[in-house]
């Protein structure tokens, strides 16, 4: 089994960021801040900072040991934990490059004769 690399726990006051997925409406990626108002050993509950001075803000969980965000009323959205907002950025341009490319890809393959997609996949005659 694979070692996990220990991470440190969150602290009351510190601030993160938490990646919203929905799947069901527009399957568009957005991040807001939020900063850590409660955490213990397993746990720790972050708010939006736009909701900080609520009287009952919506909090959302998050395991200290693998940073996996848990929220109730999810209908049809995930959360992602991020460190920062510039990792989040990096990952939403890494993912458009590999689309990006990906797509070149198969526009050059589809352009290529038998004998160069077969020296392109490196096939060997078996006879």
Same mark, same amino acid.
């Given at each position: 089994?694979?070692?996990?690399?220990? *991470?440190? =726990? =969150?602290?009351?006051?510190?601030?993160?960021? $938490?990646?919203? @997925?929905?799947?069901?409406?527009?399957?568009?990626?957005? $991040?807001?801040?939020?900063? $850590?108002?409660?955490?213990?050993?397993?746990?720790?509950?972050?708010?939006?900072?736009?909701? =900080? #001075?609520?009287?009952?803000?919506?909090?959302? +969980? $998050?395991?200290?040991? @693998? +940073?996996?965000?848990?929220? +109730?009323?999810?209908?049809?959205?995930?959360?992602?934990?991020?460190?920062?907002?510039?990792?989040?950025?990096?990952?939403?341009?890494?993912?458009?490059? @590999?689309?990006?490319? +990906?797509?070149?890809?198969?526009?050059?393959?589809? @352009?290529?004769?038998?004998?160069? =997609?077969? #020296?392109? *996949?490196?096939?060997?005659?078996?006879?």
């Amino acid at each position: 089994m694979k070692k996990r690399k220990k *991470l440190d =726990l =969150l602290q009351v006051g510190e601030r993160v960021w $938490i990646e919203t @997925t929905g799947f069901f409406y527009s399957g568009k990626r957005y $991040i807001d801040e939020y900063e $850590i108002v409660e955490a213990n050993k397993s746990s720790a509950y972050a708010v939006r900072v736009e909701d =900080l #001075e609520k009287e009952n803000p919506s909090r959302k +969980r $998050i395991e200290q040991g @693998t +940073r996996k965000v848990i929220a +109730r009323y999810s209908m049809g959205e995930s959360y992602y934990f991020w460190e920062t907002k510039e990792k989040f950025e990096q990952s939403v341009k890494r993912q458009a490059e @590999t689309i990006s490319m +990906r797509q070149k890809a198969i526009e050059k393959v589809k @352009t290529m004769n038998f004998e160069q =997609l077969k #020296e392109f *996949l490196v096939v060997k005659d078996e006879s």
